[in-house]
């Protein structure tokens, strides 16, 4: 037995250890699987650092969770080896992919001395020159900026404006940008506000050291109002309120700015203040910049696809790289000694003044010499149309520049928080009185094509722009002004035919005017002006449009074939509506639309007048006239006071009796002026006005809906519309109902007394045979005027009483359809569920559920009950059938409460709001 038992005991433990091995081989394995996995993540990450941290942790915690033996296998081992080979070759391949972005870092650092070049030689005027680089030409008493700039190396300054402005935005858009390769820039297209600021301080100061200060501090202001307006737009998630300005005022600006920049790379060329004797004068100067401008013209027509596009996207600034050397060439072709070219004037001066040396005072001239107890305050109050205008300019180039890189890299990024990104650069460049900076478009995608991408090589590219702060002036000077001058050249023509040219087929003449209207008064009065002139034009150009292309009023109709959602009607009552004489026909609706302003007000008011005075007819004379404004969209008080007018008008000339105004929303009209007050003044005489749901500032049928409407009138009230002169509804349904009671009551009130819910309303305290009275008018009621009453009565026999409380579903969508139900007392709310929001309310005295039945199709809503309890009498579709059996006729009548149902749908008057399908049938 005890050998038995130990032989037990050795097997048990052999199966255990069996056991065991296999955990840890499931293990092992486990292991190896999820090392796979990160290896393949790892490949995708962007950290080496982050990412040998993990491995190493995930191989401890493999190590010590796969056993809980010390000792490892072989296999172990090896794994473990291969593991670190792996990222030992994945940080080589990390390290080739850095080294593989220093061409896109070079072509992005290359294009920043480039541009920063003949934009930084222009922020200031071209008459604010050197003492000792006065312009060779002769007449200058025209010009209003001649005087001598106070420090040596304006151009230098001007340079390294650009370039400190670009690395603060580069640094910061690296920083908080949601993209993984934005590039910043010095927002080059507000050279003309510079010069504008410039011509003020000059004008108040003159040309000293002070005014110099003056200047760059209202060039720091400029930047942190800049920086402010985008931070509390991004905070306050106000992205899109910068779409606001119209288009046309944008391109007219573009095209402004164009002409400015090529009118400056003629000034740079020349060293001179742009006019027709200094070109003849520097002919030869302009000569070699229209060269090379016609050169690249020449290259981007040869170079396009078979669809007009251009097929290499860095021709351009290959080409303006290669101007250099190619005039180098052209030098020596010619055996023209370089020295000879620069005292020529084809070279820039030696752009850092004096001393040569990479480090010196100058190289802080930025912040060396700004002096706030100097600062002029007189020329800051004259400076704030300057300034609202740079900002307001400034805002233009978010809301394009994003979303374009944003779909050429397929990155998502949010747009607010790129404003913040924008709001820090511009504050912190400006509180170091740096100018306005951006995230560049083009060099933005140039560098993510040329596979530039991530933190580390965006500030890389920051670092390097930093580098040129020390170095690029002295680069400058060996650079020729024909390079500048190309560049700003070209530039200033694509932005000129981007507004004047392309622009043509997609304005009206009106809009293609302002954007020569914005172009010649930026040219010849300044920025602050030509933004002006853009608002008046904006703002005239709405109206013009609005008077040209919008009637206000959309169209009349007469109601003959409108319906209301009213079906509890008396026989007598619907006769008078059918009538041609009595009826619907006596109603007018006249549908107004858009903006209603002072300036189409008048067109409203003739046009409504002629509409009414082509009834010559008596018998065909508008007694009722409903004025739908539900497609209007504002109101300004010139036409909200002529409205009013116009009410008085339609009754006293054209003997209209009641006038119905829809304001469209429970709100009421779309307009500051109290509207609903004056239209509706008639009905204070009406003691009852609540009943009819006009009195007040809320409107009835703030969730009217088919099958809602008002129906409690006292006699009095009813006696009282006859003599109102006007009355205000929320929809034009409601407007429908309340003329259809005014007609009904001019020629027969008691048939209003006598229609359901007039005197025959239910209360709690009804009795159940008052309740079944009730219910079998009401049935009446929908049946048609043809139908036999004892039918009514055979078919009301088959319905059984059932009582629902709050929040009972009567049935739910897609359900079998077995009933259908008249409802007595209560409210129900028919919902679809597919569709959000999607309602209708469900009064008393109506039927639900027989398109259902007849048919013989499910549910297609969800009914519920919303009041504290809901009475219906029910029909089973069991009883139907037989009804269907032993009395057709009796059936017959559920088939006519549908047709009537949906010819009511479909002759609704709520589908002429708009344009609709749902034609009289």
Not at 409 to 424: A, I, R
Not at 494 to 516: A, H, R
Request: aromatic residues 10%; glycine residues 8%.
């Amino acid at each position: 037995t005890q050998t038995q038992t130990q032989t037990q005991m050795q097997t048990q433990t052999q199966t255990q250890n069996s056991k065991k091995s296999m955990g840890r081989s499931k293990t092992y394995h486990a292991g190896s699987g999820n090392r796979e996995r990160m290896n393949m993540r790892f490949e995708r990450s962007s950290s080496i650092r982050h990412d040998a941290y993990e491995t190493m942790d995930r191989m401890r915690s493999s190590m010590i969770g796969g056993s809980t033996s010390l000792l490892f296998s072989e296999n172990d081992l090896e794994e473990t080896e291969q593991q670190e080979t792996m990222v030992k070759h994945d940080v080589g391949k990390r390290v080739w992919k850095a080294f593989g972005q220093i061409p896109a870092i070079l072509l992005i650092v290359m294009f920043h001395l480039m541009i920063g070049i003949p934009f930084g030689v222009s922020y200031f005027p071209i008459g604010w020159q050197e003492a000792n680089y006065a312009s060779t030409n002769e007449d200058s008493a025209d010009d209003f900026v001649k005087g001598t700039f106070p420090l040596p190396g304006k151009e230098a300054l001007g340079i390294r404006m650009f370039l400190f402005s670009t690395f603060i935005g580069q640094f910061i858009f690296t920083a908080m940008s949601g993209f993984v390769n934005p590039i910043g820039l010095q927002m080059v297209e507000n050279v003309p506000f510079c010069h504008a600021l410039a011509q003020l301080v000059i004008k108040h100061q003159g040309y000293g050291i002070e005014a110099l200060s003056t200047l760059f501090i209202l060039f720091g202001l400029s930047s942190i109002i800049v920086g402010i307006v985008f931070l509390v737009l991004g905070k306050l998630n106000l992205g899109r309120i910068i779409y606001y300005i119209p288009n046309h005022v944008l391109v007219g600006c573009i095209a402004g700015i164009g002409v400015f920049l090529a009118k400056t790379g003629f000034e740079v060329t020349m060293g001179a203040v742009f006019s027709v004797k200094r070109i003849e004068y520097h002919w030869q100067q302009i000569l070699v910049v229209l060269g090379f401008e016609a050169g690249l013209r020449l290259l981007d027509i040869l170079f396009r696809d078979k669809d007009g596009k251009p097929k290499y996207s860095l021709l351009s600034p290959i080409y303006f790289c290669m101007i250099t050397p190619i005039f180098y060439l052209i030098l020596w072709l010619l055996s023209v000694d370089v020295q000879d070219a620069i005292d020529a004037g084809y070279f820039f001066p030696s752009l850092q003044g004096d001393d040569t040396n990479l480090i010196d005072e100058h190289l802080i001239d930025m912040w060396r010499f700004i002096d706030i107890t100097t600062f002029s305050w007189p020329v800051l109050w004259e400076a704030v149309p300057t300034l609202i205008s740079l900002t307001l300019f400034s805002l233009i180039h978010v809301p394009i520049n994003i979303p374009a890189f944003a779909l050429s890299s397929n990155t998502e990024v949010d747009m607010n928080v790129e404003l913040v990104s924008h709001g820090f650069s511009n504050m912190i460049s400006g509180f170091f009185g740096g100018l306005q900076n951006y995230m560049a478009y083009t060099q933005s995608v140039i560098y993510d094509k040329s596979g530039g991408t991530g933190k580390i090589s965006g500030t890389i590219v920051g670092v390097a722009t930093i580098a040129l702060f020390f170095i690029g002036p002295t680069v400058a000077s060996f650079i020729p002004r024909c390079m500048a001058g190309t560049l700003l050249l070209h530039v200033g023509i694509d932005l000129f035919l981007e507004g004047v040219y392309d622009s043509y087929s997609k304005f009206d003449m009106l809009e293609y005017g302002s954007v020569l209207l914005i172009i010649i008064v930026m040219n010849i009065f300044g920025m602050d002006n030509a933004m002006i002139a853009g608002l008046l034009t904006g703002a005239f150009t709405f109206v013009a449009q609005n008077l040209a292309y919008t009637n206000p009023v959309r169209g009349s109709m007469s109601a003959a074939t409108l319906r209301s959602d009213n079906r509890q009607r008396t026989y007598k009552a619907r006769a008078i509506l059918e009538d041609h004489i009595t009826g619907r026909s006596r109603i007018l609706v006249i549908q107004f639309q858009g903006h209603l302003f002072f300036g189409n007000v008048a067109n409203l008011t003739k046009s409504t007048t002629d509409i009414l005075s082509e009834q010559t007819s008596d018998l065909d004379k508008a007694l009722v006239v409903i004025f739908d404004f539900s497609l209007v969209v504002g109101i300004d008080s010139s036409a909200s006071q002529a409205i009013t007018k116009l009410k008085n008008v339609i009754r006293n000339e054209y003997d209209v009796e009641l006038s119905v105004f829809v304001s469209g929303s429970a709100e009421g009209f779309p307009c500051i002026y109290n509207l609903s007050k004056e239209l509706k003044a008639d009905l204070e005489k009406i003691d009852d006005a609540d009943e009819i749901g006009c009195s007040g500032d809320t409107l009835t049928g703030e969730s009217m809906s088919l099958l809602d409407f008002p129906r409690a009138l006292s006699y009095d009230t009813v006696q009282a519309m006859q003599c109102s002169g006007s009355h205000v509804s929320v929809d034009l349904n409601t407007a429908l109902i309340y003329a259809e009671n005014y007609l009904i009551a001019r020629q027969d009130v008691a048939q209003l007394e006598n229609s359901f819910g007039v005197t025959n309303k239910l209360s709690t305290t009804s009795s159940l045979l008052e309740e079944r009275e009730f219910a079998l008018r009401s049935l009446i009621n929908l049946c048609p005027i043809q139908a036999q009453q004892d039918l009514v009565e055979t078919l009301f026999s088959k319905f059984e009483r059932e009582i629902y409380i709050k929040d009972d579903f009567i049935w739910k969508q897609g359900s079998a359809s077995n009933s259908i139900k008249l409802l007595v007392r209560g409210m129900l709310v028919s919902v679809l569920e597919n569709e959000a929001g999607t309602f209708e309310t469900i009064t008393v005295g109506n039927t639900i559920g027989e398109l259902g039945v007849i048919e013989g199709v499910a549910r297609i809503s969800t009914v519920k009950c919303t009041s504290e309890e809901a009475i219906v009498y029910s029909l089973s579709v069991e009883l139907y059938e037989e009804l269907a059996e032993s009395c057709p006729k009796a059936v017959r009548l559920l088939d006519m409460i549908c047709i009537s149902y949906l010819s009511a749908r479909v002759q609704h008057v709520s589908n002429r709001v708009f344009e609709t399908r749902c034609l009289p049938i």
